[in-house]
C-alpha cells in the first residue's frame, strides 16, 4: 500500500522560509514522478512543483525562484524548500504521485 505523509507546515512571517518533507512508504520516490500541490481556501488545487525519474524539475510561475524541490534516496523522501514566502504561499500542501495523496500540511504565512 501506498502511503504519503507530509511534515514541516507551520506558521511563518512574510519573508521567511520553510521546508516541507514527505514521507513515502510502499514506492520508491526515485522510481516515480513527484509533485507538490497547495490549495488555499476557497481555491482550486494547483501544481506547485514536481521531480521526474531522471531528476526533470517543473514549478509553477508563481513559485519559480523561490521554491525548490528535491528527494532524498536515503530517506525515500521529497521536501520542498520555501523561501521568500509570500500571504499569497498560505495553503494546505500535498504530496502526491499517481493519484496517491498525502494528508496534507498547513503552511500559513503572516504579515
Known amino acids: 500500500q501506498v502511503q504519503l505523509v507530509e511534515s514541516g507546515g507551520e506558521l511563518v512571517q512574510a519573508g521567511g522560509s520553510l521546508r516541507l518533507s514527505c514521507l513515502a512508504s510502499?514506492?520508491?520516490?526515485?522510481?516515480?514522478?513527484m509533485a507538490w500541490y497547495r490549495q488555499a481556501p476557497g481555491k482550486e488545487r494547483e501544481l506547485v512543483a514536481s521531480?521526474?525519474?531522471?531528476?526533470?524539475?517543473n514549478y509553477a510561475d508563481a513559485v519559480k525562484g523561490r521554491f525548490t524541490i528535491s528527494r532524498d534516496s536515503a530517506k525515500n523522501t521529497v521536501s520542498l524548500q520555501m523561501n521568500s514566502l509570500k500571504s499569497e504561499d498560505t495553503a494546505v500542501y500535498y504530496c502526491?504521485?499517481?493519484?496517491?495523496w498525502g494528508q496534507g500540511t498547513q503552511v500559513t504565512v503572516s504579515e
Open positions: 510502499g514506492i520508491i520516490v526515485s522510481n516515480r514522478v
Open positions: 502526491t504521485t499517481r493519484d496517491v
Open positions: 521531480i521526474s525519474r531522471a531528476e526533470y524539475t
